[in-house]
């Protein structure tokens, strides 16, 4: 097997390893499944009651995404905002870092009060959640712009806008992709919790649900599904930005 | 021309901020400087004696602290829409093209931006031409990246002139380049010059290649920066490569090179 074949399969090894490692430690010394289900055990269940974990997936799945898309065009427009003025960059900053310091999870209550049960809530803590590393990384990519490239521009005469456009955004175009495998994955993460207390449909409320009728094997099963929904969408996302930002990736995949 | 010089610099000084400003520190000091239509001078200097800060002037992206500057009869107040300009880091925008890094001034210029999309096919002929007199040729579609420095910095020059400025200003192109890519490079611009006679301003260090190319050198002093001497080159032209040999252009060099020692020299002197 050369280098090549073998890194694009070790992911899968691993998994293969991980897995059969989980299976022998369950099997070897008799884990009962109300604590720790095997692979196996988590397989039968998702099988076995797939027609339900598919509905409460594709919830899962459209709310996150409705967050997301809401984190990308809030995000890129306020780190728009601020990356283009300093002083918009100064007033805002601190202010947004306190805010992403504070646990999206303690949102849920208040969102619950707000937009009651339901899709409300979730689609507000997944663009909560994941709004934040859009932002700072369209920010991040316009403040950095090389005053030499801005240079190049302004001794033509261009406008604020013109730099912004031709340099400014091209130029973080990077970042945000970058940004966008980050917070896809907040998403997921922001979504499922608010599901747990404030939904009756979705991943975490078959987690939550699951879990209390001992149904261990199927709350496992609600786990992989959100992982691998989440990794998808990570790798859909990264051969995004590699296809369109190539210019910024030479090192790895040009001549 | 409504006016005999092109460029007319009267008694300008620069401090870059209002500290400075009061505390008398000037960048540059009292330039005077007249240059006709057409004209291509040098600027050589030590390094750190403000000949960047002269080019920010002529462009008018800084404006002077005193005294007042004229290019092509109108006070310059603003950034310049008549000047191309090429730095010594080439500066081609990494994700665009060959091709499209040398539109972008077509992008951003009237009154060509205005008409950018109705006349696209005219100006990428244009590009295409430009760029193979500087030898560029077949390497349009190619990324920044894929190209050597030297070609980078002539697609640099190529940019710089694509909206036919009457002004060249040249800050150090080829400071970065290996001897022989420096000396191509320097007919390159010299026959794009005679063709087109648009004005240069060449600020360099290489004394060289400011007698070379340039019908006036001037020698800029450092701390503060003023311009101490003014040595017109009265080498026949067109000059080739093989005048750079010849006793008379190594004398002028000699010369000038006389003139930043002193000036070195009389840093050291003031600093201790």
Known sequence: ?255 | MSTPNFVDFQNVWLAYNDELLAQNHFAVEDINLQVKQGEFIAIVGPSGCGKSTFMKLTTGLKKPSKGQIMVDGQPVTGPLKISGMAFQAPSLLPWRTTLDNVLLPLEIVEPFRSQFKQRKPEFVERARKLLHTVGLGGYEDKFPWQLSGGMQQRASICRALIHEPKMLLLDEPFGALDAFTREELWCILRDLWTEQKFNVILVTHDLRESVFLADTVYVMSKSPGRFVVKREIDLPRPRDLEVTYTPEFTSIVHDLRGHIGAIRKAGAVINQ
């Open chain 1, 1 to 255: 097997m050369n280098k090549k074949t073998l890194e694009t399969s070790a992911p899968w090894i691993l998994l293969v390893l991980t897995l059969l490692i989980w299976q022998g430690i369950c099997s070897f010394f008799n884990v009962s499944e109300f604590i720790f289900p095997s692979p196996y055990r988590i397989a039968q269940q998702t099988i076995e009651f797939s027609d339900v974990i598919a509905a409460h997936a594709w919830r899962t799945y459209w709310v996150t995404m409705a967050g997301f898309g809401l984190a990308i065009v809030v995000g890129v427009l306020l780190g728009f905002v601020i990356g283009s003025s300093r002083l918009a960059y100064a007033a805002v900053y601190p202010l947004m870092t306190a805010f992403n310091a504070l646990p999206k999870a303690a949102f849920v209550p208040i969102l619950v009060v707000w937009f009651g049960i339901g899709i409300g809530p979730a689609i507000l803590t997944a663009f909560l959640i994941s709004f934040f590393p859009i932002m700072v990384n369209i920010a991040t990519g316009l403040a950095t712009l090389e005053p030499e490239l801005e240079d190049v521009l302004r001794v033509l005469g261009a406008k604020r806008w013109d730099v912004l456009v031709k340099v400014g955004l091209p130029r973080s175009m990077p970042y945000f992709y970058g940004s966008l495998k980050v917070a896809i994955t907040l998403a997921f993460v922001g979504t499922t919790v608010s599901e747990m207390t404030a939904a009756n449909e979705g991943i975490g409320y078959l987690l939550i649900s699951a879990g209390s009728a001992m149904q261990m094997g199927l709350a496992f099963s609600g786990l992989v599904v959100v992982g691998a929904m989440a990794m998808v969408m990570y790798e859909l996302f990264s051969y995004v930005e590699k296809h369109t930002t190539a210019w910024a990736h030479r090192g790895t995949n040009n001549e």
